[in-house]
């Protein structure tokens, strides 16, 4: 890391059980300990997430900790097989979740009031960041803005975590100033269809901020105009991401309008195989066709039979 600050670790972890099961993987769950920015209940669990829920790259943690790729991953796996945390796959990394995080319990108790069943009484004081104390003449700067876009995000449009069943969430965040705080959320399902696949898409490209440019906010909204189920138009989300072959480091995806036409595509060819092969609409296509309406299979037939004789076939 850039800078150098304190953070807490919780004693519990200093047992011969957990020294066999993590092993070698110690430095990698330390340094998910140190980039975790808040902290949310999901399920009744106790969750930290980590750089604020941006997908890690092996190869950056690797240039951090030292040692190749291929170690790097080999922790994670472990880390994530022994149950201490949880890695959701994305294009660009893994998003990865502290399993019974207790990186903010104690500020959160004297600072919020807030308690949680999440094991036994530490006696650490908290994190000492040092953003502008005398304790520690550093900060980070990166994690800082991280915790910046997500106390943002979450004051604007409540939490884009996983859905939690309609349980209300509260997230514990590390503010700027160095004290910790609550951020009250709700769940997904309080959302409506646009939010929904908005957040999703946010998520998955790593935008910060309270919403998406206006260009994008008209795909979304003409995709959803078609009546494309939510949950398949997240999971058809979800596939372009993954399917995305980047021709170097920085080539990402950028913008729901390159989404947009390949999830019109699976929804209109589901509808057409429900109608055994009768088109029913054509859209505009991803080299800007115009719209209009689909033809049968029998009618392209008389029309090719139509040209033949016209020509004399």
Not at 161 to 185: H, M, Y
Not at 296 to 312: F, I, K, M, T
Request: glycine residues 10%; contains cysteine.
């Amino acid at each position: 890391m850039p800078d150098s600050f304190y953070f807490p670790v919780f004693s519990g972890l200093l047992t011969e059980e957990h020294r066999k099961k993590v092993g070698p993987a110690l430095w990698e769950f330390l340094w998910c300990i140190s980039t975790t920015t808040k902290e949310v209940i999901e399920d009744g669990e106790l969750l930290g997430i980590v750089l604020g829920g941006k997908p890690v790259s092996y190869n950056d943690v690797a240039k951090e900790l030292g040692g190749s790729k291929s170690t790097v991953k080999r922790n994670f796996e472990k880390l994530e097989q022994e149950g201490y945390i949880l890695m959701t796959r994305t294009p660009y990394g893994h998003i990865i979740k502290v399993k019974n995080s207790k990186k903010f319990k104690k500020s959160a108790e004297n600072s919020t009031g807030a308690k949680y069943d999440t094991g036994a009484k530490n006696e650490y004081r908290g994190a000492i960041f040092g953003r502008g104390g005398a304790e520690n003449g550093h900060s980070n700067k990166d994690i800082e803005l991280d915790i910046k876009q997500d106390i943002n995000t979450s004051a604007a449009n409540s939490t884009r975590e996983e859905p939690t069943g309609g349980v209300p969430t509260t997230e514990i965040v590390q503010l700027p100033n160095g004290s910790v705080g609550q951020i009250p959320g709700n769940s997904s399902k309080s959302k409506s269809d646009y939010e929904r696949l908005r957040d999703y898409y946010m998520q998955l490209a790593g935008i910060g901020g309270f919403d998406v440019n206006a260009k994008d906010q008209k795909s979304i909204q003409e995709l959803l105009s078609y009546g494309v189920d939510i949950d398949k138009a997240l999971e058809w989300t979800r596939l372009c991401f993954e399917n995305y072959a980047p021709k170097h480091p920085r080539d990402k995806i950028n913008s729901f309008s390159y989404c947009l036409p390949k999830i019109l595509d699976k929804h209109f060819a589901e509808k057409e195989a429900a109608t055994n092969g009768q088109k029913v609409y054509q859209h505009r296509g991803s080299y800007g066709r115009s719209t209009g309406k689909g033809k049968s299979a029998d009618q392209v037939y008389r029309e090719l039979e139509e040209a033949r004789r016209a020509w004399g076939g």
